[in-house]
């Protein structure tokens, strides 16, 4: 078998903007250290998502350092600064309800709502805030950002592979966000991993990922179709789930980088 190398790094700054690829990042007990630190939410508080508003695509985040700024279709740009507002507010992110910072800036609300057509906040979510990963997956009770459900996720550059040969027009990664990409093994192999190393960084398999329509949305022109969803269903569904993918939480906490080795310690059954 060919050797497995960690090849991309992903961040998602803003849940459901762009994300942003890196050759290296610091390890945190939530996820990778800037990611999904953020959130727009509409005026109820409700998380906003690529899923009901495609247009989302169309913001690109970049950080310089500890700055962060987002650009829309390549015409404008915000800087993100930590300025926060002291009292915390409710968001509701899936079923989960979480304690947020809207940002300080009135300016930063309102350029995000002209671009979007309606009135929405960027929040953010601090680091010391609770979040806990679903119980039945968690090993040392862990913790996790404003993803949608874990801290970290991992596809095989072979796995795409596999499923472009399926479809009449390749899709990129993007389509997938994960946070890391490897090369080398089968298509799906990481369906099977318990644990494993990145580097010297040990990471744990916890469930498969169930995929949704944000799949079907171009991230570069924020069109929306029927695939890869469809034809993914045609072999990748188990029960009524679509899975690609696995999602991790981490056992130690330092650097990955790309290039980084991938050493399987133990696997388990991937009907889990």
């Known amino acids: 078998m060919s050797e497995l190398t960690l090849s991309e ?23 990778l250290e800037f990611d999904r630190r953020w959130m727009l939410v509409d005026t109820d508080g409700g998380f906003l998502t690529q899923r009901v508003h495609p247009k989302m695509a169309l913001f690109k985040p970049a ?12 015409e404008s740009t915000i800087e993100i600064t ?28 309102e350029w995000f709502s002209q671009r979007l057509g309606f009135p929405c906040k960027l ?10 990963v679903d119980a039945d997956y968690s090993i040392n009770d862990e ?47 990481e369906d099977s991993w318990r644990e494993f190393t ?12 169930a995929r949704c329509v944000l799949t079907t949305v171009n991230q570069d022109t924020a069109e929306k179709g029927t695939e890869p969803l469809y034809t993914m269903s045609t072999y990748r569904k188990v029960g009524n ?6 999602n991790l939480v981490a056992l130690d906490f330092g650097t990955v980088k790309v290039g980084d080795t991938i050493s399987v310690i133990s696997k388990t059954p991937a009907s889990r």
């Open 143 to 189: 913790h996790v950002s404003l993803a949608d459900a874990y801290p970290f996720m991992i596809i095989g550059q072979r796995s795409l592979d596999m499923l472009n040969t399926k479809l009449k027009d390749a899709v990129p990664m993007n389509r997938f966000r994960p946070n890391f990409v490897f090369t080398g093994g089968e298509a799906h192999d």
């Open 9 to 31: 790094i992903w961040i998602y700054p803003i849940k459901s903007l762009g994300g942003i690829r890196l050759s290296e990042a610091r390890v945190l007990p939530k996820g």
């Open 198 to 209: 990145i580097g010297s960084n040990r990471f744990a398999g916890v469930k498969l990922c």
């Open 123 to 132: 929040v953010a979510f601090p680091e010391e805030n609770e979040r806990p």
């Open 82 to 109: 930590d300025a926060l507002i002291e009292s915390p507010i409710k968001a509701t992110i899936w079923n989960d309800i979480v304690d947020v910072h809207p940002h300080a800036d009135p300016v930063v609300h």
């Open 241 to 246: 789930k679509v899975l690609f993918g696995q």
């Open 63 to 74: 950080i310089d350092g500890q700055s962060l700024s987002v650009s829309f279709s390549g």
